[in-house]
């Protein structure tokens, strides 16, 4: 059974009662492993540097830093800039393993103005864990950080 994402879009649009990306990154990570069942690391890495993926706001264990776009799950979103929603990383030749008990990821890109800004990551312990339906959610709760944040040049 996959959470309600439409209470939840409305509860992370009361949360984020900032414009400010750090506080509403932190926010919505912390809001996401509270809320989204089975997921053992939520977090944000941010395109600060070129081609390279930086560590941002995040919950779980400490995580992989920096990931080059031509490298793993979060990579694979940043360069085509779609959502990647794998069952089983173990499955995936060049996954990046932070955490071996991780077996499925969601990724999301975060694109502004045709840039990319970042990605949100989901993992989870459980194979398959991210449905279609968890898919669109996600990618709906993305949308709410997105339309509430100014999401300028990251320094
Ligand atoms: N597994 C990811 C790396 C990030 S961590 O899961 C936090 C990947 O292959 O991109």
Same mark, same amino acid.
Request: aromatic residues 8%; negative net charge; glycine residues 6%.
């Given at each position: ?9 409305? %509860? ?6 900032t414009?400010d990306?750090l506080t509403n990154?932190a ?21 600060? @540097? ?8 995040? %919950?779980? @264990? ?8 031509? @490298? ?11 959502? %990647? ?49 968890? %898919? ?20």
């Open positions: 059974m996959a959470p309600d994402y439409a209470l939840l879009a409305r %509860q992370l649009a009361a949360l984020l009662d414009r990306w990154s926010q919505t990570c912390a809001f996401l492993m509270e809320e989204i069942p089975t997921l053992n690391w939520a977090g944000f890495y941010l395109h600060r @540097k070129p081609q390279t993926l930086w560590l941002g706001p995040f %919950q779980g @264990k400490p995580a992989c830093h920096p990931i080059p776009f031509a @490298k793993g799950v979060c990579g694979a979103a940043a360069r085509t800039r779609r959502t %990647q929603r794998i069952d089983d990383v173990h499955a995936i030749a060049n996954h990046i393993a932070c955490d071996a008990a991780s077996r499925a990821e969601l990724v999301v890109p975060i694109v502004v103005d045709d840039r990319l800004w970042g990605v949100l990551d989901l993992d989870s312990p459980m194979a398959g864990r991210f449905s279609e339906e968890d %898919q669109t959610g996600i990618e709906m709760l993305v949308g709410v950080f997105m339309g509430r944040t100014d999401l300028v040049e990251l320094p």
